[in-house]
């Protein structure tokens, strides 16, 4: 569904397309309310466009090229934002967001307020930033896919019914008890690493949405991506990397670096993408995908 709602001033200095996930936020969030009131006094024009449930990528691939904006922005969690990133990648249209998910973790790895006026001002005033990405399994990945554990807690995740951290800290509790390792075997350049694991995540951006910095020294606009090998779940070595500077104890944690990657699994495992749980698999091929977007950000993260 579109909804037309356009503010046009006498110079109208851009053109915004918000593609709004509904389900997002809590349920007294008026999205089209918020945006309306926000750019009465703005000069700019915008239109909104309001996902539907089992609505396809074609169908948003068709609304963005109808709409013909400046800017589009994606309002809602991280898997709103992956189905945007999807529809423009390879092109130069900045992509703005708008926190509205569980987590957010693209958000808080870019610098997006929190605050939904401050968030909204960014979408005109914020610079547009190459990134690069991730294709894993034929999926973009512009934040964190991981096979085992992390992947398990999705799903456990997506089964309740409870949103938000609490729900999180649920689904990761269930997963605790019932989550086994795995035995993996990957190439980084001529070496091959053999081990068991309790997951491993194939990382483009530094920290997951619930602000535990697995990648520290990540970055989106390099020439590799990270590949996390964690062979014990340890909660400490996740605090430590959290709050000190100390880096991973490499027997429980290996970081590699690489541009390409294919990870096997004895059995299959369970398997996420960007917060979109993907199934069970045993194999998974990923490759860097460079000047995959572009996203709005502070002025102060272009640099």
Known sequence: MVINRRMKAETQEMKLLFIVNPGSGSEDTDFSTLITSFFQSKQASFEIYELQENCNIEQIKSAIKKADADRVIAVGGDGTLKLVAECLKGTKVPIGIIPAG????MAKELGIPTDMEEALELTISGKAKEIHAVVVNGELCIHLSDIGFNAYIVKKFDDLQQRGMLGYAKATWRALWSHHK??????????????????????????????VKINPDGKLDDDVFEVILVKKYSVMEILKVRFTTLPFNPEKIEVFHTSKLRIKARHKAHFQVDGEYMGKVNQIDAELFPAAISVIVPEEEVL
């Open 102 to 105: 569980s987590a957010n973790g």
């Open 182 to 211: 795995m035995q993996v075997e990957f190439n980084i350049g001529k070496e091959i690493i053999s081990s068991e694991a309790a997951m491993v995540v194939i990382a483009n951006a530094t920290m997951y949405g619930t602000g």
